[in-house]
């Protein structure tokens, strides 16, 4: 029997507590060598990408492959979405496919969970916090709900370009988090706050990192490509930067390939991978003056943890559909 678990099934059972667990536990085995990344497979079929992210963590008994595609004609020729995901999990023992599901909404959460992760272990931690949210779609949303899960926020600062963006975020995160949450009129209001998360389509940077407050812990998400990125040299700079993973960094992150390519810092600027953090294999802040970023390209180990945890709670909540294939 195979589970089918659609996007509103994911949503009912996925919460942020739980994926920041998954989180956790993804990023020690991949440290500790007990997970294998396979590097992501493309094929351009005619008009699409089509991508293949396998994984497997052998503490967690978590195999799984997620299929994204990206199709741009699909909105207007097919009323279907730009982007689809699923998630296939397999039983690691018999290697059938037990279960699959919807992979956007797990997606999104899953990424908004590594930055709660590193917010729990690279950001102050004292009464009042605040934090600053580049973007207002999809995972913008995400990050604070993981930022707010890893610290108490006495308020939070949105800025977008779009007014209607950040006027839906506003009122959707209010309520779902029960958190003040102010529209900045000028990205710069962004840089007093302890916690700043870059989440935008931006190619190129979003705030000047010499404004930069000390004691900031920053998440980078957005930019996911070598030639672009969200945060300018002076933030790489003057951050303590950790990753995902340092192949994946080396391999696509914009934020630190293009100061690297202008000469500004060498390769030994990446400080540590976050489960190095996790396990205590490099120290993590050391200070209150230090600024800590994290950037996240996103792994098919965090879908493959996540996915583990949805199929486990839908067994036990008897959710989904049963189906023999």
């Known amino acids: 029997m195979t ?11 996925l919460s942020m507590k739980d994926c920041m ?40 008994k978590a195999l799984a492959c997620k299929v994204v595609t990206i199709y741009k004609e699909n909105p207007a020729r097919y009323q279907m979405p730009t982007v689809i995901g699923k998630v296939l999990l397999q039983d690691p023992e018999t290697g059938d496919v037990i279960c699959i599901m919807d992979g956007g909404y797990l997606t999104a959460v899953r990424t908004g969970a590594a930055s709660g992760v590193a917010t729990r272990l690279l950001a102050r931690n004292q009464e009042g916090m605040t934090a600053g949210i580049f973007g207002a779609g999809v995972q913008a949303r995400m990050q604070l709900w993981a930022v707010a899960e890893a610290r108490k926020l006495s308020h939070a600062l949105v800025y977008d370009i779009s007014r209607d963006a950040v006027a839906a975020f506003v009122k959707d995160m209010q309520e779902k988090l029960n958190l003040d949450i102010r529209i900045a009129a000028d990205p710069d209001e962004l840089l007093a706050c302890d916690i700043i998360c870059a989440a935008t389509s931006a190619t190129t940077p979003l705030f000047d990192g010499r404004k930069l407050r000390p004691g900031t812990h920053i998440n980078g998400i957005g930019s996911h490509t070598p030639t ?98």
């Open 3 to 13: 589970l089918i678990l659609n996007r509103q099934d994911v949503v009912s059972i």
């Open 21 to 60: 667990g998954a989180m956790d536990m993804a990023f020690r085995e991949l440290a500790n060598g007990t997970a294998i990344l396979p590097l992501r497979t493309a094929i351009t079929p005619p008009g699409g990408l089509s991508l293949y992210m396998p994984a497997y963590l052998k503490e967690m």
């Open 228 to 325: 672009i990125r969200e945060l300018d040299t002076e933030t790489i700079k003057r951050s303590k930067f950790i990753g995902d993973s340092k192949e994946a960094c080396f391999g696509e992150a914009g934020d630190l390939l293009i100061p690297i390519k202008e000469g500004a810092i060498t390769a030994d600027h990446f400080y540590a991978e976050l489960g190095e953090i996790l396990t205590g294999m490099k120290q993590g802040r050391m200070n209150d003056e230090e600024i800590t970023l994290f950037k996240s390209n996103g792994l098919a180990i965090q879908d493959a943890a996540t996915a583990k945890v949805v199929y486990e709670k839908a067994m036990k909540e008897g959710r989904g559909t049963k189906v023999v294939i």
